[in-house]
């Protein structure tokens, strides 16, 4: 345990250039407090002792304003800077050397039962108000831009930015947004729309052109008739 916390601390002196004195850090970090207090709920609620466990978690998002599940599984050296209103949940699996930002959600997308909210890999970075949002892997290494919403899963190295999210960057490299967009329902339903529309209107150019053409041999008998008439 006091490994854990010496290994904690120094995360702390490592990732924020503001923090000076040990005692300030020890004594004044909610990130800090809050990882410590999971620690602790954490280890209660794999002796099954879910109410103490989520009393816990609550009282220790009463003082902090971050909220972690006392079932999520957390790595080595998580740093959680600012963290206020920060909420990771019940299945969440974060690796190890991730920083997340102030106003990040690790959720679900629902009410299923199971496996629903993210797996973090390590070394992740995570800006603030960044939502991660179902189930799925976010690789090492990765950055996900502050205020993106990811839906999708997330391969290695990558750097994810947008609502929705899409990569930017995959390996130090730029990429084509466009071909690495994660879904989108409201533009999928544009598409389709736009793709039955187009599908109208040739319909109606046809029937257009098919109507022309039997006014045009309707004119034509006519006519024709109407000349030999004349001729008798």
Not at 56 to 81: N, W
Not at 204 to 221: P, V, Y
Request: charged share 20%; with cysteine.
């Amino acid at each position: 345990m006091l490994k854990h916390i010496k290994s904690d601390v120094r995360t702390v002196f490592e990732n924020d250039p503001a923090a000076r004195k040990l005692f300030e850090v020890i004594f004044t970090y909610s990130g800090l407090h809050a990882i410590w207090a999971h620690r602790l709920a954490h280890a209660l609620y794999k002796h099954r002792w879910f109410t103490l466990a989520r009393i816990v978690s609550q009282f220790s998002r009463f003082m902090t304003g971050i909220e972690i599940h006392p079932g999520a599984k957390i790595g080595c050296r998580l740093f959680i800077d600012h963290g206020m209103g920060v909420v990771i949940g019940e299945t969440c699996e974060i690796g190890d050397d991730v920083v997340i930002y102030q106003g990040v959600t690790l959720g679900g997308t629902g009410k299923e039962k199971g496996k629903r909210h993210p797996t973090i890999g390590n070394n992740v970075v995570i800006g603030s108000g960044a939502k991660v949002l179902g189930s799925f892997t976010v690789g090492d290494q990765c950055d996900i831009g502050a205020n993106s919403v990811v839906l999708k899963e997330v391969p290695p190295n990558s750097t994810v930015v947008g609502i929705p999210g899409a990569i930017v960057k995959q390996h130090g490299r730029r990429v084509d947004r466009l071909s690495h967009q994660l879904p989108n329902p409201v533009v999928d339903s544009i598409r389709i729309l736009q793709l039955e529309l187009a599908q109208i209107r040739s319909e109606l150019e046809q029937a257009k052109k098919e109507n022309a053409r039997l006014n045009q041999d309707e004119q034509n008998f006519s006519l024709t008739k109407s000349n030999g008439n004349d001729i008798r």
